[in-house]
Antibody, heavy 116, light 107 residues
Framework: QVHLVQSGAEVKKPGASVKVSCKASGYTFTSYGISWVRQAPGQGLEWMGWISAYDVNTNNAQKFQGRVTMTTDTSTSTAYMELRGLRSDDTAVYYC?????????WGQGTLVTVSA | DIQMTQSPSTLSASVGDRVTITCRASQSIRSSLAWYQQKPGKAPNLLIYKASILESGVPSRFSGSGSGTEFSLTISSLQPDDFATYYCQQYNSYSRTFGQGTKVEIK
């Protein structure tokens, strides 16, 4: 069965960077992309971007362009999302999701707290 | 970017009610629409994709319809497990956008 297992919670100071990992299993990693979605406390879902695990093509939401980098490591079937220049409003749960346009499989979420 | 607008933001209903949530796209997305259910502290769960195709394992009381810019999710007979927040998502291009969510509450 498909599993996406994310790295643990992070606490960061404003201006720092965070890198969240998402290890996939149960399917051929390079056959699908990975989307990253975040959810601020009490708020809705926000799509951040997508990376193809096949050809490393990416597409990020305009809001995050220049501040987010998505990468993959096919040798370990792991996707990564790095967000730079953290602000307090980046405090959120960050999810990875297998992308076949829609998202039938999700990671458990990683809480990133940005606080001085 | 394509904007997705859901209505209502909150819906109060009773067990057994038929409820409908609507989602409007700012431009045509053909049938490139999915619906998710999310419960507090959990990742979203895919209910419907391609506007009307029920994901495997999802109860048949859920149904989706629409194309172009107007879509709807209907729960034919609300069950206790259905009180949650529902999101639409478009995937017409390489980008995706979620609606702002509809919280279904107990009346």
């Amino acid at each position: 069965q498909v599993h996406l297992v994310q790295s643990g919670a992070e606490v960061k100071k404003p201006g720092a960077s965070v890198k969240v990992s998402c290890k996939a299993s149960g399917y051929t990693f390079t056959s699908y992309g990975i989307s990253w979605v975040r959810q601020a406390p009490g708020q809705g879902l926000e799509w951040m971007g997508w990376i193809s695990a096949y050809d490393v093509n990416t597409n990020n939401a305009q809001k995050f362009q220049g501040r987010v980098t998505m990468t993959t490591d096919t040798s370990t079937s792991t996707a990564y999302m790095e967000l730079r220049g953290l602000r307090s409003d980046d405090t959120a749960v960050y999810y990875c999701a297998r992308d076949s346009d829609f998202h039938p499989f999700w990671g458990q979420g990683t809480l990133v707290t940005v606080s001085a | 970017d394509i904007q997705m607008t859901q209505s209502p933001s909150t819906l109060s209903a009773s067990v057994g009610d038929r409820v409908t949530i609507t989602c409007r796209a700012s431009q045509s997305i053909r049938s490139s629409l999915a619906w998710y259910q999310q419960k507090p502290g959990k990742a979203p769960n895919l209910l419907i994709y391609k506007a009307s195709i029920l994901e495997s394992g999802v109860p048949s009381r859920f149904s989706g319809s629409g194309s172009g810019t107007e879509f709807s999710l209907t729960i034919s007979s609300l069950q206790p497990d259905d009180f949650a927040t529902y999101y639409c998502q478009q995937y017409n291009s390489y980008s995706r956008t979620f609606g702002q969510g509809t919280k279904v509450e107990i009346k």
